[in-house]
């Protein structure tokens, strides 16, 4: 029922009222006069933290400057979520093409750094070049198998 929520969220276009919109308070309101912040999002949660970012500036998001470091565990990035945040057809809520990389660069003064660590080789290579597109600094390992 999660990872369903969760999807529904990073396909959508605009901030949900029932996952988006509540976290995007909650995390304005722990950041609020702080810098230099790590958003650290595992799993399924990737996909909202990728949508944060990316957040318009009408709609509640990552405040500019507040987000110095993004860490994505294992993260799960459905193909839906890839195509509407990350791809270069994405389309905003206001209709105009826009990726993370262009929203980032007209509405952040900083892109975060990008630390990713993936399940597997495979997840790494399929997912790492169009995130590094929206974030171009960081670095990215596989997780070791226990």
Do not use: M, Y
Request: glycine letters at 8%; a positive charge.
């Amino acid at each position: 029922a999660a990872a369903a929520a969760l999807d529904a969220e990073g396909a959508s276009a605009a901030l949900t009222k029932s996952i988006g919109k509540p976290v995007a308070r909650a995390l304005e309101k722990l950041t609020a006069g702080v810098s230099d912040v790590t958003l650290v999002a595992a799993g399924g949660c990737a996909q909202l933290a990728v949508k944060l970012l990316r957040a318009a500036d009408g709609e509640h998001g990552i405040k500019a400057g507040a987000l110095s470091r993004l860490l994505l565990l294992q993260p799960r990035l459905p193909a839906a979520c890839v195509n509407r945040h990350l791809s270069g057809a994405a389309a905003a809520p206001g209709g105009a093409a826009t990726t993370l990389a262009n929203t980032l660069a007209t509405s952040r003064l900083d892109t975060p750094r990008l630390d990713a660590v993936f399940e597997s080789e495979e997840a790494l290579s399929r997912r790492l070049p169009v995130l590094r597109g929206a974030c171009p600094s960081g670095r990215a390992a596989v997780a070791p198998k226990e």
